[in-house]
């Protein structure tokens, strides 16, 4: 899907028709989660 995404992307930017796409992911970083912060009701 990321390659037909990258790939529809090129073409839309330049006129160009492309033959192929090739992708290499070398890392994922997710954001981190926010902490829930404990509510004390007195």
Avoid: D
């Amino acid at each position: 899907q990321v390659q037909a995404n990258v790939k529809r992307a090129i073409e839309n930017m330049t006129g160009l028709a492309v033959v192929e796409v090739n992708v290499h992911v070398q890392g994922v970083v997710f954001a981190p989660e926010p902490k829930e912060e404990e509510h004390r009701v007195r």
